[in-house]
């Protein structure tokens, strides 16, 4: 198929014990977003990459995350030294360009993580 | 600050009836809304934009409006049918950030056979 892929589906991890979680970005998208959606949450904007330019890190939730897109395409997600509030599902999405209001976002069907 | 409330409380109606969902917000007034459906399990995925001109937008069994005085989107299913059930999100950008959107919690519709 040609949506957004992440891995892994679930994650069940140790508190303190550093997670990697993956997107693929559908084909030729530019911009691609980070969420997190705690149970009874909203989504919550955690980063935004654009092509080149610079991402917008201003969601990340404290210096423990960090995420990265190489090529413009793969990008990870890496939360060092987990906490149980860490537990949430992560979404990734990805548009056709940065016009964020007006571009539908598409998403993968994010990873379940799970800190004990 | 920007606010989004969708009504919290689920929505039960029976097959073959319209359901109607609200998002109200404040503070704000977007150019743009969005609606999205998100089945347990799954990640949103995209219904409908309506631009602020525009007052009313159609897609098959779906409607949306946008009233900017009320700051209202009303979002119409016609003939509901149990595969509708999902929860239902609106979204709009962040007047403080246009590389974000800013999401209510959505509503949870449950069409009854």
């Known amino acids: 198929g040609a949506g957004v892929s992440q891995s892994p589906s679930n994650k069940v991890t140790e508190k303190g014990k550093d997670v990697e979680l993956r997107c693929d970005p559908i084909?030729?998208?530019?911009?691609l977003y980070w969420y997190r959606q705690s149970l009874g949450q909203g989504l919550e904007f955690l980063i935004y990459?654009?092509?080149?330019?610079?991402?917008?890190k201003s969601g990340l939730p404290s210096d423990r995350f960090s995420a990265e897109r190489t090529g413009g395409s793969v990008s990870t997600l890496t939360i060092q030294r987990t906490q149980q509030e860490d537990s949430a599902v992560y979404l990734c999405a990805s548009s056709l360009d940065g016009q964020v209001s007006n571009q539908p976002q598409h998403f993968g069907d994010g990873t379940r993580l799970s800190i004990l | 600050s920007q606010k989004i409330e969708q009504n919290s409380e689920a929505l039960n109606i029976q097959e073959g009836k319209t359901a109607t969902l609200t998002c109200n917000y404040t503070n704000y007034s977007p150019a743009y809304l969005q609606w999205y459906r998100q089945d347990p399990g799954r990640g949103p995925v995209f219904l409908l934009l309506i631009r602020e001109n525009e007052k009313e937008k159609r897609k098959e069994r779906l409607k949306v409006t946008f009233d900017t005085t009320l700051k209202q989107s009303l979002f119409h299913i016609t003939a509901s049918q149990p595969a509708d059930s999902a929860t239902y999100l609106c979204a709009l950008v962040d007047a403080g950030n246009n590389r974000k959107l800013i999401w209510g919690l959505g509503t949870s519709l449950a069409v009854n056979p």
């Open positions: 084909s030729g998208h530019t911009a």
């Open positions: 990459f654009q092509g080149n330019s610079a991402p917008d």
